[in-house]
């Protein structure tokens, strides 16, 4: 008897499992999803979409994504507040554009003179960079998740030419996050704006310069109608990473198996927007190449020499202020000194004998 009752309670037990999976299986879930990029810009834009896409069909329609650009729903600048509050359970962007929360953001989407795309990954995923995110991001009720990347990008459009740091006085400049602040360090005037304000604001002259991504992105903004000097390399973030953030509440709902699905949408975007970049990136810059009237010129080792000097500087000064920032940046500088030993006779040693 005792074991006939086990036995009837044990199935009683399995069929309220299984019927509580089944109604798990059925809900669906509708959520939004706010980026900082304008509606449906090529590469950083589409990828958002791709993901929601992706997540949408893997999850037979279980979790369904309406994306919002930035300016639809909320400005490009509060998708990282929105998305805290629960406004929206998802959201796209870069981490450096919310240092007003705390220091430490940047690090995770680049620093000057940092670890390229493929290093960056390397910490992310296998260096303790991840945890590192996420523990960061927990106290705004937010979970993280690399989320693409442009790869090295351009040093940016400048209406004059930079032969010497002393060009730099008074230069207006549309770059955000540490890269700012290196250019502050040097004479220039740093200024914060969304991506979809920069065109005008060169054309205007409230600007006398800009970074954006690379020529993949900035032909398309026709960067090169309203500026003629095309400077590289993009020394404020040579391998900047993207993310995804989404509401711990939202996410803690979801089941099992809806989390992996957007657990892995995040990781192939991250790979996918990468290889998108390296090929149009490359494409586009055939097209600006051919255009006669556009200078593109390295930067002079004098202005590159004190844009690291500045960099170290600044590091230093955060690192010394704030302890987040300096427990994420003493992990992020331990293993860049590691990887860049290999770095150095692989990729480098490889790209260098390339061009010799």
């Avoid at 060009?167 to 207006?172: E, F, H, Q, S, T």
């Avoid at 409230?206 to 090169?224: C, K, Q, S, V």
């Avoid at 390296?278 to 010129?297: G, P, T, V």
Wanted: hydrophobic share 40%; with cysteine; aromatic share 12%.
């Amino acid at each position: 008897m005792k074991r006939r009752e086990l036995i009837l309670g044990a199935g009683a037990a399995g069929i309220a499992a299984t019927s509580k999976l089944k109604a798990q299986t059925k809900k669906t879930f509708k959520w939004k999803m706010v980026t900082t990029w304008p509606p449906n810009f090529p590469g950083l834009g589409t990828g958002a979409i791709r993901m929601a896409k992706s997540i949408e069909k893997a999850s037979a329609g279980r979790i369904k994504i309406k994306i919002f650009g930035a300016g639809e729903l909320v400005p490009a600048f509060e998708v990282f507040d929105y998305v805290s509050s629960g406004g929206a359970e998802m959201g796209h962007g870069a981490a450096y554009y919310w240092r007003g929360k705390t220091e430490a953001t940047q690090i995770f989407t680049a620093l000057p003179f940092g670890l390229n795309a493929m290093e960056m990954n390397g910490w992310l995923y296998y260096g303790g960079g991840l945890e590192l995110y996420r523990e960061l991001y927990d106290t705004f009720n937010l979970r993280p998740f690399p989320c693409g990347n442009s790869g090295c990008q351009m040093g940016g459009w400048f209406k004059k030419e930079i032969n010497s740091v002393a060009d730099l006085k008074g230069l207006k400049m549309r770059i955000p996050g540490f890269g700012g602040e290196v250019l502050r360090r040097n004479g220039g005037t740093p200024v914060a704006m969304p991506g979809g304000e920069i065109f005008t604001a060169l054309q205007t002259g409230t600007i006398d310069a800009a970074e954006w991504i690379g020529p993949y992105n900035d032909l398309t903004f026709g960067m090169h109608k309203v500026a003629k000097n095309y400077y590289y390399p993009g020394w404020h973030e040579g391998g900047p990473t993207l993310e995804c953030i989404v509401n711990k509440d939202a996410y803690s709902e979801l089941p099992e198996d809806l989390k992996a699905i957007v657990d892995i949408a995040a990781s192939a975007t991250n790979d996918t927007m990468l290889a998108e970049f390296m090929a149009r990136n490359a494409f586009a810059l055939q097209q600006i190449k051919a255009m006669e009237d556009i200078k593109i010129s390295p930067f002079p080792k004098d202005v590159m020499r004190a844009f690291k000097k500045s960099t170290q500087e600044i590091i230093n000064e955060i690192a010394r202020r704030d302890e987040r920032f300096a427990k994420v940046y003493k992990s992020y500088s331990d293993y860049k000194n590691t990887v860049e030993q290999w770095t150095k006779i692989s990729e480098y040693a490889l790209l260098k004998n390339r061009y010799e």
